[in-house]
């Protein structure tokens, strides 16, 4: 394979599992979701305004949670960057957030907004998640000159 | 050298590119803060609350705008873990921020706390930061049961 189709396949894997994380976490399935993490206890997982969770059982526990209590998520992913760096990768992508409770009346939804940077190793068989760091959108920053 | 003895060694010199990284913007030094990151279209910077910005062009001006505009400003590193991958180093720290701004009466500061993720890649002299990814604290979720 050459360099340049080497890269392209390894971007489109990374993009994938990264979706795959969405999608695990859209599904509550928190087997999958766990599956999707690098099994180490330096993996780190930072969900928004929240405080870093480090290693797999703190962190599949905080998504036991979080699944218990949020009925309905959907993610729509923009601005989706994949870099690859030898056997890292990196990800960050706004995830438009929208979700409903137990407490929404139906057909009733809130919108949120936040900025990803998804980490991921590769291993023997596919790319693991190694960071997860999510964080609110507070100001709005335009650089387009 | 043992491999023991290379990690400590990675992990010491890891932990030091990231306190020079804190104290070339507590002096306001663009030049050492621009030396920093990695020469690379792909390096990512997260200000907190803010959209990410990607390359140096980007992130170097960023800087400047926000030396120029922070007269006074001091960090309190706290919880500093550093893990090493091969040839990628995470770290993260929770920064406790000091700072004064021209408005502000002497004497008077504020105070306030993000989270960072700071990704470093080694280069044949040293690590340059790849990634830095700052979050507001909003939530203290306390994990220690």
């Known amino acids: ?18 979706g795959e994380f969405y999608a695990a976490f859209e599904r509550g399935d928190l087997d999958a ?16 305004g929240a405080e870093p969770l480090r290693g797999a059982a703190s962190i599949t526990r905080s998504w036991a949670l979080i699944m218990a209590n949020v009925p309905y998520i959907q993610f729509f992913l923009t601005d989706v960057q994949v870099t690859v760096h030898e056997d890292v990768a990196s990800v960050t992508c706004t995830e438009n957030v929208l979700t409903a409770t137990e407490q929404t009346a139906q057909d009733s939804f809130t919108g949120a907004k936040a900025i ?30």
């Open 116 to 145: 990803a940077t998804n980490v991921f190793v590769r291993t023997e068989d596919t790319w693991r998640l190694w960071i997860h760091h999510a964080s609110p959108v507070i100001s709005v920053e335009h650089d387009e000159d």
């Open 33 to 48: 979701m766990t599956e999707i993490w690098l099994d180490d206890p330096n993996t780190l997982c930072i969900h928004p």
């Open 1 to 18: 394979m050459t360099e340049r189709s080497q890269l392209a396949q390894d971007l489109a894997e990374v993009e994938q599992v990264n």
